[in-house]
């Protein structure tokens, strides 16, 4: 047999192998599935929690997303990245994931877009405006970076785009890309959950009533199963609740109410508490533009002590704050209204990294008073939101006053930074009657007391009004919680506020995937103006350089070769 019959018969070999092991190798993979994120933060890596979520679906989810079109390359960044975590969902889910990219703008005509940009409007889909450079000058262009996910028969939004005031369009995509996966589980957690916890909004210590309260309602009821309850000195008032919010009381909580929540904390409830120590008359400061803020007697002071927090009988001052209108015309001339920064309305811009504040838009509080933390043994404190670094607490009496808009804003007098406005509180919390009972109703099996909690949680806000969605009158309609019809700008009230709920009954541990970070490297735009040429020479001459190379070092290889 002749040398280039068996190098044939060899290569014949090797090729029959190489198709029999990649034949194998599929086989198997049928059966094994793995996928290699190579990513240094894991982008691509789904949680253990959105896994066993998307496994035990036995149905599928259809998600319409309408982020399709001719639009910057930062939004088709947000559509490609969007369009990888569906495709990543539907192979943990076993296909039961199904989606399509829709155009909202693709129809010519104009009235039959508006009709469709006004139904996306009411199913919850909340649009951008965007300014499109084109030759002629700039154009305006509505796109909706949002998603309807639809799950046997019922829909929900998602909204891709995360707005933060202050933050970059940069900072902003990114956030938005952060939050996909959580984003996504929640709405198929939410669509497919078959029993729902059920919370309670207290009655009976004048808290805000059903209609100053309904935005908020409505959106937890999407996800919860939402109640008033009035406890009424009754053992079994809270009975089958995961939580109870406690929103905006003026009335004193009587031993046998306090007793009663104190031991639904013990048995592992939790409590979202939204508390204004000093009361504002808004009739007085609007009839007489002035008026005294002085302390509640709401009686909880020693139960927030027990748990781990102090709610000061103070008022915090900001001069980050939103604005009012304010007559400044002298008496008798004709009203001239002006916009003036209000010290008592904060805008606090929320830092921290944990998942209930992590990319959050601006919130805004209204004569909210300071926080400060008790050493309590066992209990883990973290704070949710600070005033910022120009800011001051007033002790009370407080003079609030409209007149007060006149006066300069020097940062010297702010002098008291980083007010706590809202903590939240986990552990094993001890009962406020702990050693404070006879020994016949302690040992009562009708009341069965519990002196040492389970696990459980409650975040302790400053602010009443934080929760209050403002009404229409005329129309007896609520507006938008976070709504501020002065300015028309809408603040992160509602999302904080639905965060601090999704935290205090998850269970599975899903929104510890929004604190998941992915590091935004950008280009030094300086830099990439100083250095655009040398760059595109090298990107575009060295490998051309590097190919012209090969061939001279191949040729001259091959006559050396063939001429020996």
Not at 3 to 28: F, H
Not at 261 to 281: E, V
Not at 496 to 510: K, Q, R, T
Not at 531 to 547: A, S, V, Y
Request: aromatic letters at 10%.
């Amino acid at each position: 047999m002749t040398k280039n019959k068996r190098n044939k018969k060899r290569d014949i070999v090797a090729l029959g192998l190489a198709i029999a092991l990649l034949i194998m190798i599929n086989y198997i993979g049928s059966f094994v599935f793995h996928r290699f994120d190579l990513t240094t933060e894991k982008r691509y890596t789904l949680s253990d929690v959105t896994k066993d979520l998307l496994k035990n679906l036995d149905d599928v989810i259809y998600v319409k997303v309408y982020l399709e079109g001719d639009f910057p390359a930062g939004f088709k960044r947000l559509r490609n990245e969007t369009k990888e975590m569906l495709d990543e969902f539907r192979t943990y889910s076993n296909n039961n994931i199904e989606y399509e990219f829709i155009n909202p703008s693709e129809n010519p005509d104009k009235k039959q877009q508006n009709e469709v940009y006004k139904q996306l409007y009411d199913k919850g889909l909340q649009p951008t405006n965007l300014e499109v450079k084109e030759e002629s000058g700039t154009t305006q262009q509505i796109i909706f970076p949002a998603c309807l996910v639809s799950y046997r028969g019922h829909e929900l939004p998602w909204q891709l785009l995360k707005t933060q005031m202050g933050s970059s369009p940069e900072s902003q995509l990114n956030n938005s890309i952060q939050s996909l996966e959580y984003e996504f589980a929640s709405c198929i957690r939410n669509l497919s959950v078959v029993s729902r916890p059920q919370i309670g909004f207290l009655d009976g210590h004048d808290e805000l009533d059903t209609l100053a309260v309904q935005d908020i309602a409505d959106a937890l009821n999407e996800f919860y199963s939402v109640k008033r309850v009035t406890i009424n000195e009754q053992l079994n008032a809270l009975k089958g609740l995961d939580a109870i919010i406690v929103a905006k009381p003026d009335s004193s909580f009587t031993d046998k109410d306090k007793f009663i929540i104190d031991q639904f904390i013990m048995r592992g409830g939790k409590a979202l508490w939204l508390i204004d120590p000093l009361y504002t008359s808004p009739d007085s400061l609007r009839r007489n533009g002035g008026t005294l803020a002085v302390p509640y007697n709401l009686r909880l002071d020693d139960m927030f002590f027990k748990y781990g927090v102090r709610v000061n009988a103070d008022m915090i001052a900001d001069i980050q704050s939103s604005v009012i209108p304010v007559n400044v015309a002298m008496r008798g001339q004709p009203a001239n209204i002006q916009m003036k920064p209000w010290i008592f309305s904060p805008l606090i811009m929320p830092t921290g990294s944990h998942p209930i504040v992590k990319n959050l838009d601006v919130v805004k509080v209204d004569f909210a008073a300071s926080l400060d933390t008790i050493a309590v043994k066992g209990i883990k404190k973290t704070i949710l939101l600070q005033s910022s670094k120009f800011s001051k607490a007033i002790l009370s009496p407080v003079r609030v006053d409209l007149r007060m808009v006149n006066m300069p804003l020097d940062e010297k007098r702010f002098d008291n930074p980083y007010r706590n406005i809202a903590v939240l509180l986990e552990g094993e919390f001890e009962s406020l009657y702990k050693n404070h009972l006879s020994p016949k109703i302690a040992k009562d099996s009708a009341i069965d007391f519990k002196e040492n909690g389970k696990k459980s949680k409650m975040i302790v806000i400053s602010d009443g009004d934080m929760i209050r969605n403002d009404i229409d009158y005329r129309s007896r309609k609520k507006l938008p919680l976070g709504y501020d019809k002065y300015t028309n700008q809408t603040y992160g009230n509602k999302n904080f506020i639905l965060n601090c709920v999704n935290y205090l009954c998850d269970d599975s541990g899903l929104i510890s995937v929004r604190a998941r970070e992915l590091t935004l490297r950008l280009l030094d735009k300086k830099k990439l103006k100083n250095e655009r040429l040398k760059w595109q020479m090298i990107n575009t001459g060295l490998p051309l350089l590097l190919l012209v190379v090969f061939g001279v070092v191949y040729n001259i290889r091959r006559k050396r070769k063939y001429s020996s």
